[in-house]
């Protein structure tokens, strides 16, 4: 099924957006400068329906050198500047 398709360019990087909401998400993650711990209980693990070695989540595929404090900031950046865009759009 057809649908937009967000591109976000930033530090070399490219992130894909599929929707708002995730570009909200990461919004979210990178705004932190400190991320929350990634540990989860065994039980979450069969909610994903994957072995606990087989699924990562989408924050635990990205550069870390993304995190780092002048790129994350530059990240936060345009990343809002894209919701900004898009919420024109709808």
């Known amino acids: ?7 976000v360019e930033v530090c ?12 909200e998400e990461a919004v979210t993650f990178y705004e932190q400068k400190l991320p929350a711990s990634s540990r989860e209980p065994e039980s979450v693990y069969s909610l994903r329906g ?3 070695g087989e ?5 635990e ?9 002048p790129k994350r900031q530059k990240v936060v950046k ?4 894209a919701l900004a865009l898009t919420a024109k759009r709808h």
């Not at 099924?1 to 591109?7: A, C, S």
């Not at 490219?14 to 995730?22: I, L, N, V």
């Not at 595929?61 to 404090?69: A, G, I, N, S, Y």
């Not at 345009?78 to 500047?81: I, Y």
């Open 12 to 23: 070399s990087f490219t992130f894909r957006f599929d929707s708002q909401e995730q570009i």
């Open 50 to 52: 994957y072995d606990r």
């Open 55 to 59: 699924s990562e989540r989408w924050f």
């Open 61 to 69: 595929t990205l550069p870390l050198f993304l995190r780092e404090e």
């Open 78 to 81: 345009a990343l809002r500047e």
């Open 1 to 7: 099924m057809p649908h937009e398709v967000i591109f």
